[in-house]
């Protein structure tokens, strides 16, 4: 179990590595954003899947602005796409930014940076879910949560969000009990769940 905590630590320095070699902080400040981390990164639930997950704010919202910040992180040359969705008109209104960077190593991280109109449903929501659950984690809930994920075979389309409330909600200890409480799950969108 300590290699798990080890290999979720060295995901998140991982991470913070291409956080900086990208300037994802500085490149949105530029336009007046504020960022929030939020997801595994922000939990520090990192896994086999190098995603790092964050919401951008900017008051009053500017595609233009959002188009510049993210020009500014595909100048990088490790980061080999970059493609977006404009959500702006529906339940979400947000842009999606998706970049895939290729880490010196050769591994490929996926860096979601979701651009939220601040009158949406889900602007701030995230944040909270990711305060509320890593309040929640107990040692042994952590320890769930990461084998859980280190055990998902690649073929499973799951969203960390289900394993934390699997393991808090329904103390889901164990892969096989996991995929049998999803199972279980009603087939859903976005999920609001929070501890």
């Known amino acids: 179990m300590e290699d798990l905590l080890k290999k979720a630590k060295l995901l998140e320095e991982q991470a913070r590595q291409v956080i900086k070699d990208v ?15 939020v997801g595994s990164f922000a939990m520090g639930l990192m896994m086999n899947h190098r995603d790092i997950d964050c919401h951008v704010y900017t008051d009053p919202f500017s595609l233009p602005d959002s188009f510049l910040a993210v020009s500014k992180i595909a100048e ?31 591994e490929t991280w ?4 979701i651009h939220i109109l601040v009158d949406s449903v889900f602007a701030g929501h995230f944040e909270k879910v990711a305060e509320r659950v890593s309040q929640a984690l107990t040692q042994e809930a952590r320890l769930a949560v990461l ?13 960390g969000i289900e394993i934390y409330q699997a393991v808090i909600q329904d103390d889901v200890r164990d892969i096989q009990s ?12 976005i999920i609001t769940w929070m501890p």
């Open 110 to 113: 996926k860096i979601d940076m």
């Open 76 to 106: 990088n040359p490790r980061v080999r796409s970059v493609n977006y969705i404009n959500l702006l008109d529906a339940e979400d209104k947000c842009l999606e930014w998706h970049a895939v960077y290729e880490a010196p190593d050769g």
């Open 147 to 159: 084998s859980i994920k280190n055990a998902m075979p690649e073929d499973q389309n799951v969203m």
């Open 178 to 189: 996991f995929l049998q409480w999803k199972a279980r799950q009603p087939e859903a969108g």
């Open 23 to 37: 300037r994802l902080m500085e490149s949105w400040q530029s336009v007046g954003a504020t960022l929030n981390m």
